[in-house]
């Protein structure tokens, strides 16, 4: 007779900040699953951000903050262009 299955869970979690990221993690890491468990931290705003303006800044807090300016229409304002080109 066969051996039992193996099941394998896949979570996934999205989050707007590393923080609550880390949170989560640190959540996960509580329960009985901790010694099973295999996480990665996809990408963020600086690692996937296309827009050179913002690219070149290399500090997270202003590359964030030009990046939400950017979304941002008003009066004015000038687009990101990499949200013109979705």
Known sequence: MP???SICFQIIFCSRTH???SQFVAELRRTGF???LSVVA???RGVLCVNDEVRKLEVPGL???RCL???QVG???VMCQGLLAR
């Open 42 to 44: 996809l990408a963020s």
């Open 34 to 36: 901790a010694d099973r």
């Open 75 to 77: 009066c004015g304002a």
């Open 19 to 21: 923080s609550q990221l």
């Open 69 to 71: 300016d950017l979304q």
């Open 63 to 65: 590359m964030n903050e």
């Open 3 to 5: 051996g039992p299955l």
